[in-house]
C-alpha cells in the first residue's frame, strides 16, 4: 500500500451519464483535492464533445490529470494508465493536496489502486489467427466467443474493442484459462487505501439522461468534432475510435447510415455500456453506493476519512444500484 499513514485517496465510479463529474468537481472543491480521470476515451486528444471530457471551466475550477495524454490512433493500455495515474497520485499529494480517482473505466480504477497484471507474453500465430478471424467476421463474432470463454472479461469490454477482446482471446486460448481467473489468482497487494464510492440513480431515470446528453452533444457539435477527425486522417477503426458514437456518427458521415439511425445506435449502445460498468463494479464490496438523488454533498463530505479523526467511514446514504 502507498505512503502508509496517509490519508487514503477518494475514488468516485458509476455508469456513464449518471453524474460522476459534477460530484467529482464538488468534493474535490470541498476537500482541497485534484482529479485523476479513469476514463479509457478521455486520454485522447481531439476528442472533446463525444467522451464528455470537461470543460476548460471545469479545468479551472479543479487541475484534472490524464486528460489528452494520447493520440486516437494509438493503443492506450490499462498498464499505462496505472503508470501515468501513479505518477499524477504522487505528484497531488507532493502539493498537499487530496487525489480524487473519478470515472467510469472499472479496469483503469483497479490497475490504479490494487495493481496491475500483463498477463502472459504475446503468441504472435494465435494473435495473427484471431486478427484474421476479426476481418473475416466481424469484431462481434470475436466478442461473442469471448462471452463464452471468458464472460467476466467480456462483460469489461466493449464490443468494439478489437485489441482488448482479441488479447482477452488469446490469454484464455493460449493458458486454457480465462484471463479474469488468472487475474484473480494473481493477487494484488494493493496500491492505494481509498475511500470508494459509487454514483447510481434508477435505470429509467438514468437512461433518460443518457438520451438527454446524446442530444445535448450533437447540439454541441459532436458530428462536426467527428468530421474533423476523420478529415485529420484518423482511422475510424483506431483505437480512439472504440468510444461510443464515433463510428457510428462516422457511418452517417460516409453516408451508410441516415443521422436518427446513428443516434439511436448511440443511444443503444450507452444503455448497454451503463450495465456493463455495473456488471463491474458490483463485483467490487468495498465500493459503497450512493444514490444521486439523495445525496448531500455537505452531508457527505463530513463522513469522509479527511474529517474523521478515527478514520472510519460513515456514509448515511448507501444503496444498491438499480441495474
Not at 436518427?260 to 456493463?276: H, V
Request: net charge positive.
Amino acid at each position: 500500500m502507498s505512503g502508509g499513514g496517509e490519508t487514503p485517496l477518494i475514488c468516485l465510479v458509476g455508469p456513464t451519464g449518471v453524474g460522476k463529474s459534477d460530484l467529482g468537481l464538488e468534493l474535490a472543491e470541498a476537500l482541497g483535492g485534484e482529479i485523476v480521470s479513469a476514463d479509457s476515451r478521455q486520454v485522447y486528444r481531439g476528442m472533446d464533445i463525444g467522451t464528455a471530457k470537461p470543460t476548460a471551466a471545469e479545468r479551472a475550477r479543479v487541475p484534472h490529470h490524464l486528460l489528452d495524454v494520447a493520440d486516437p490512433g494509438e493503443a492506450f493500455s490499462a498498464g499505462r494508465f496505472a503508470r501515468l495515474g501513479e505518477a499524477a497520485v504522487a505528484d497531488i499529494r507532493g502539493r498537499g493536496r487530496l487525489p480524487l480517482v473519478v470515472g467510469g473505466t472499472g479496469l483503469y480504477v483497479r490497475a490504479l489502486l490494487d495493481g496491475f497484471w500483463d498477463g502472459p507474453a504475446a503468441v504472435p500465430p494465435l494473435r495473427a489467427a484471431l486478427e484474421d478471424l476479426a476481418a473475416r467476421r466481424g469484431k462481434g463474432a470475436a466478442h461473442r466467443m469471448l462471452a463464452r470463454l471468458d464472460p467476466d472479461s467480456a462483460a469489461a469490454i466493449h464490443p468494439n474493442d478489437g485489441h482488448k477482446t482479441r488479447r482477452a482471446l488469446e490469454i484464455a486460448l493460449s493458458q486454457g484459462r480465462p484471463a479474469s481467473a488468472l487475474r484473480r489468482a494473481h493477487g494484488f497487494p494493493g496500491r492505494h487505501a481509498a475511500v470508494r464510492l459509487g454514483l447510481t440513480r434508477p435505470r429509467a431515470e438514468l437512461y433518460a439522461r443518457i438520451d438527454r446528453r446524446v442530444d445535448a452533444m450533437m447540439a454541441a457539435g459532436w458530428l462536426e468534432e467527428t468530421r474533423r477527425l476523420l478529415d485529420a486522417g484518423v482511422d475510424p477503426e483506431a483505437p480512439g475510435m472504440n468510444a461510443v458514437g464515433y463510428r457510428e456518427l462516422a457511418r452517417h458521415l460516409r453516408g451508410e447510415w441516415p443521422l436518427e439511425t446513428a443516434l439511436a445506435a448511440i443511444r443503444k449502445a450507452s444503455r448497454n455500456y451503463a450495465k456493463r460498468q455495473f456488471t463491474w463494479f458490483l463485483k467490487d464490496a468495498r465500493i459503497r453506493w450512493l444514490e444521486a438523488e439523495r445525496l448531500s454533498v455537505r452531508a457527505l463530505v463530513g463522513t469522509l476519512p479527511q474529517y474523521n479523526q478515527r478514520g472510519v467511514m460513515r456514509v448515511d446514504v448507501s444503496v444498491r444500484p438499480t441495474t
